[in-house]
């Protein structure tokens, strides 16, 4: 094209002239080459638009001047006749170089934007992830009228803290706390203090509990709901005892009758039934 003909009549004209006025201010030789090579490069694709619009002897001058690190001296133009042309010396071999590393900077940059765009698109993930996070489970602290961790209402009752579960599938004693099955099949072990954890391990009681003695004391019409290990040794049996002859005083009825609480040790010695009043509705003690 006649724009690449003009371009490269100009590299000719002014290739030793450009470089012997780089060394002549100090400029090493081939720091010279590269610096003129480059400004010479970075002018091809808008030379037609140079030529027509500028002096472009003064602005490639200031432009390979700044380069090679000098001052860009505005308004001088290419010094003329420092330098004769060398055989062996000429711009070819520096303009292929020039663009090998425009082409390495510009994989690099790339590099870069594409490091950026993955960092921030981590950064947006892990925020949406935050922000998504449900919010830690109501506690407040209570102490425990029963010796044993027990559920009701949607609420969890550990020895001194209630903690608001919904949707409680199964729960053991876990250490001080609780593992917990919820209704997604999520375990989570719930803290003596109510703090809720994912878990990797999960107790074999949970999915396995201990078969408890039989409790021979029952009354005609109880009804045995539930029974789990009490700490230091024994059993608490949950009844129904909805239809014993206690059922006509004062206490809160759930939704099938009157809930009691009855502790036996580990020789099968056991206590009177104590009414759970503490709660309207069921109660769960796993």
Known sequence: ???DSD??????????????GLEDDG??????RLAV?????????????????EQVDVTIWAEARRRAGLDARPGEPVPHGVRPRRPGDGPEDWLDRAS?????????AAGRALACLVAASVLAVGWAWWAARPAPPEVRRETNPLPVTWYAEGELHLAEVIVRLPDVDAFVPWGTGAAVRLGSGEVVRVDADGGVHAVDAVPEALDDPVAPPELLELGRDDLLVQSVPVPGGGWAHLLDSSRRPAAEDAVRQSESGRRALVLCTAELTCGEPVTITQVDGSIRLR
């Open 7 to 20: 371009f490269t009549r100009y590299v000719d004209a002014r290739w030793a002239d450009l470089v012997g």
């Open 27 to 32: 400029v090493p030789a081939q720091d010279a």
């Open 37 to 53: 090579a480059e400004t010479l490069l970075a002018s091809h694709r808008s030379w037609e638009r140079r030529v027509r619009e």
């Open 100 to 108: 090998r590393l425009r082409s390495a900077r510009r994989r690099r």
């Open 1 to 3: 094209m006649a724009e």
